[in-house]
């Protein structure tokens, strides 16, 4: 009878044993299987993310053919922010901003205040600035108005592209490299290169030795104590000392170079028309990255 019991329990154990087996085996198909769902799922996003960059990019390539400024799709490339204007996909912002470029050439104090939104920020300092009195003021639109640097600043901006900030398409935010700039790059110490074949000189002058020909490359800022600037056809601006990947320092004149650390403008659409809401130099968070002590990461070498 005892040698019955033994074998019983015997018997149980092992089927006990099976059965775990069995589910464990079981478990350790369906982790498999999991695997390799996940894994297909990130092979046809990459294989989609692919097709769309082939897209994107004939669709940008056919849009400069037929004669457009910019492309409204991004093309992405390393080292590199291609120019993007989505403004032009909806009909009465590209009209506005028209008209505002039009309001900008003849400096025309009236259609700027009205285009203002009454609470317009215009400085990310301690005590920001915002309001239409204050925007009027900071640019010295109430005295002598021709001479304000808004207008070239606005201009530039505004020239440059942009996206919009949402799928209804009622906040658009210029130019382009402050809303497409690639994280890995420090905002602080990154900008963008803005057109083709620009001309990278040994010294801050025009009649300096060429050095490289850029492209919307990303390039390192490098600061320098006593920055000189040159007026070129209607512009003044500064030339900013520069570093390429390769490590070669130069010099680019300022109107074709900008970076998120530089103007940006935001727009939304209102009962009462397109307005822009925003108008500052500089970025709100980069305040906090330096109280969190946070550090931004790059990719070009010291």
């Not at 695997?35 to 769309?52: F, P, V």
């Not at 402050?178 to 025009?206: H, L, N, Q, W």
Request: charged residues 30%; contains cysteine; hydrophobic residues 35%.
């Amino acid at each position: 009878m005892k040698n019955i019991t033994v074998s019983i329990l015997v018997l149980l154990v092992g089927l006990m044993f099976v059965q775990c087996e069995s589910v464990t085996n079981k478990q350790k198909l369906e982790q498999l299987e999991a695997e390799k769902r996940a894994t297909q799922a990130r092979l046809d996003s990459i294989e989609n993310a692919a097709s769309l960059a082939v897209a994107n990019k004939i669709k940008a390539e056919e849009e400069l053919k037929s004669g457009k400024k910019m492309p409204s799709v991004s093309v992405r490339e390393a080292g590199r922010i291609n120019p993007v204007d989505e403004g032009q996909l909806r009909a009465d912002f590209n009209a506005f901003r028209n008209d505002l470029i039009n309001a900008i050439s003849r400096k025309d104090v009236t259609f700027i205040m009205n285009m203002l939104d009454d609470k317009v920020r215009y400085s990310y300092e301690k005590t920001p600035g915002s309001g239409k009195d204050g925007f009027k003021k900071f640019w010295g639109l109430d005295k002598n108005s021709t001479s304000s640097k808004l207008w070239q600043e606005l201009n530039k901006v505004v020239q440059l592209g942009g996206t919009f900030d949402n799928k209804d398409q009622t906040v658009f935010t210029a130019p382009y490299m402050y809303t497409v700039f690639p994280s890995g790059y420090d905002p602080a110490e990154y900008a963008s290169i803005t057109g083709k074949s620009v001309r990278m000189r040994a010294k801050p002058s025009r009649g300096s030795s060429n050095l490289a020909s850029l492209t919307y490359q990303i390039v390192r800022l490098l600061p320098e104590r006593n920055p000189r600037s040159e007026r070129i056809g209607k512009e003044r601006h500064f030339w900013r000392k520069i570093q390429l990947e390769d490590g070669t320092t130069g010099y680019v004149y300022g109107q074709y170079l900008h970076g998120p650390s530089d103007y940006h403008a935001s727009f939304e659409r209102t009962e009462g028309g397109w307005k822009m809401f925003v108008f500052v130099e500089g970025e709100e968070e980069e305040v906090e990255q330096e109280e969190s002590g946070e550090a931004q990461t790059d990719s070009l070498g010291n």
